[in-house]
């Protein structure tokens, strides 16, 4: 199997595909494929290897998910001339740990860190059986080049701001591949890049629409796992998410809401699922309403009514045993 180029310009006509390993050749004829020639050394005996590998892959960016199996991956100036990639690859932990050397720079990533390192710049990588990742292939052009840019390798706070954005960004797309297009996942490489460049850069901002949409997006999924706890507010978001309180605020608003208008909502969303549970038919309205963040079980009433046009005993009308 021919490994793609410079840029990653070939397009793979299968691009969704996974494989159980079980021999070290065989692992490494599919990692060479997607990182690059190299040479890699396992603790398997008799050439016996258990890994799994499962990527997609389209004209421009690769996505891959490795896990299972130790291995130590040396890519030197040698395979860099028979095999040049002009990519860069950023490497997301999702479990165990890993130790990456590029040039005079090593660093030990483990999960909530990423590291992104020039493929065609001699690097060393090694790991135990536990670790698992998520690798992003990207060419080198969108981000090469622009201000305070260095090919040094990086590692990045993948728990904060624009890295907890970007390590959202990735594994989001890792778990929903099967349901893109070429065409999608290529868009969705693009915007990537575009958050890696910034971050690379020194930015823990992300103010264009595009990059804003994904934090909005952050910021909501937030409010919805956390709907029902009482200190739920714009400080707490802005501590957890990363993000200053005002940037979050800005954000909401490019999208016509505000911090409070937001917890209002999702707490009301919630109420209502509640109210039509069998599951919470045991409980009282009253600590429904407190189970959704609520202070006061008559202003909870008049916010639900003024919501769905309805009360919240209407709403649990029929459920068995309320």
């Not at 050439?47 to 291995?71: E, I, K, M, P, V």
């Not at 390192?117 to 698992?132: G, L, N």
């Amino acid at each position: 199997m021919e490994p793609p180029r410079r840029g990653y310009t070939r397009q793979v006509s299968s691009p969704d595909r996974g494989v159980a390993i079980h021999s070290a050749s065989g692992w490494d004829e599919m990692f060479k494929d997607l990182h690059g020639a190299s040479r890699i050394r396992t603790d398997a005996p008799d050439n016996r290897f258990t890994g799994r590998l499962s990527w997609h892959r389209s004209t421009g960016y690769s996505l891959a998910h490795c896990s299972d199996g130790a291995q130590q991956v040396d890519r030197q100036r040698g395979h860099i001339r028979r095999d040049p990639r002009g990519a860069f690859e950023l490497v997301v932990p999702l479990s165990g740990s890993a130790w990456v050397q590029q040039g005079s720079a090593a660093s030990e990533i483990q999960p909530g860190q990423m590291a992104l390192c020039d493929v065609d710049q001699p690097y060393a990588f090694a790991h135990r059986a536990d670790f698992t990742s998520i690798a992003f292939i990207m060419p080198e052009d969108g981000l090469v080049g622009g201000t305070g840019w260095s090919r040094e390798p990086r590692v990045f706070d993948g728990t904060t701001g624009l890295g907890r954005l970007i390590r959202q960004a990735v594994t989001t797309v890792q778990e929903e591949k099967d349901h893109f297009s070429d065409a999608m996942f290529a868009a969705t490489g693009e915007r990537l890049v575009d958050l890696i460049r910034l971050a690379s850069e020194g930015e823990t901002s992300a103010a264009p629409p595009e990059r804003r949409a994904l934090v909005e997006a952050d910021i909501r999924r937030y409010v919805r796992r956390h709907a029902g706890d009482r200190d739920l507010g714009v400080a707490t978001i802005a501590r957890e998410l990363g993000w200053s309180a005002r940037y979050v605020q800005q954000v909401l608003q490019a999208s016509g809401t505000t911090p409070r208008d937001l917890i209002r909502e999702e707490r009301l969303r919630l109420a209502r699922v509640r109210l039509s549970s069998v599951d919470w038919a045991p409980y009282s309205i009253g600590q429904i309403a407190g189970s959704c963040g609520f202070g006061s079980h008559a202003a909870f009433s008049t916010a639900f009514r003024q919501e769905f046009t309805i009360t919240p005993r209407e709403a649990r009308q029929g459920v068995p045993g309320s």
